[in-house]
């Protein structure tokens, strides 16, 4: 059974900041890495889907790594702003079993002024 | 209009009520999935589907039942609503392998 841990749990920072959020993963059998952001009550917003065979992904101040090996994966924010306080999901995708999706409970962000 | 669409947004509901949940989507993807999520615990997988023909449980699947009336519509069941089920559930869809998913926004549901 797929386990995903999220470290940290919570996190504050002043604006401005850079940040890395890390998750970890034991079944390495996967397709594609998938990060998602949820503001309090809301839905999935989906930021940057990792393929397996890719490294990194980029989207504006946000990127990705990936490394299926280990079953490591980071997102890394950059600048952070008030805006960006959310909590951030990290979600790899089996090759097997439906692709079915793994959710790790999810890194609390708070951006500060 | 919305990918994957969710029907009701809000619902609360007595224990021991049947109600069901609604989902349909435009994304023409043959997969689609129901997930809950309750305060510490994330989001935990409750059924899916490959396709009309095709009903697979999920890690949480006690209490709960599902249809697949077509290709786009997706819908889950509680036959007698318990409090504990109270949570915040979502549907969504998958397409090819290299694809990721794609979420609704969401029903709250409430029993009391």
């Known amino acids: 059974k797929q386990e995903v841990t999220q470290i940290p749990a919570a996190l504050s920072v002043p604006e401005g900041e850079n940040l890395v959020l890390n998750c970890s993963f034991t079944?390495?059998?996967?397709?594609?890495l998938q990060w998602f952001r949820q503001d309090p009550g809301k839905g999935l917003t989906s930021l940057l889907l990792i393929q397996s065979s890719q490294r990194e992904q980029t989207s504006g101040r946000l990127n990705a790594s990936l490394d299926k090996s280990s079953g490591r994966s980071t997102l890394y924010i950059a600048a952070s702003q008030p805006g960006d306080s959310a909590t951030y999901l990290c979600?790899?995708?089996?090759?097997?079993?439906?692709?079915?999706?793994?959710f790790g409970t999810g890194t609390q962000l708070k951006v500060e002024l | 209009d919305a990918d994957v669409t969710q029907t009701p947004r809000n619902r609360i509901t007595k224990t021991g009520k049947r109600i069901m949940l609604e989902c349909s989507q435009t994304?023409?993807?043959?997969?689609m999935y129901w997930y809950r999520q309750d305060p510490g615990l994330g989001l935990r997988l409750i059924y899916y589907?490959?396709?009309?023909?095709?009903?697979n449980k999920g890690e949480i699947s006690d209490g709960y039942s599902v249809s697949r009336q077509a290709q786009a519509k997706f819908s889950l069941s509680l036959e007698s609503a318990i409090p504990n089920q109270t949570a915040l559930y979502f549907c969504a869809t998958k397409g090819q392998s290299i694809d990721g998913y794609t979420f609704g926004s969401g029903t709250r549901l409430t029993v009391v």
């Open positions: 979600g790899p995708i089996l090759t097997g079993g439906g692709n079915k999706l793994t």
């Open positions: 079944d390495s059998a996967i397709y594609n």
């Open positions: 994304k023409g993807h043959d997969r």
């Open positions: 589907s490959f396709d009309v023909k095709d009903i």
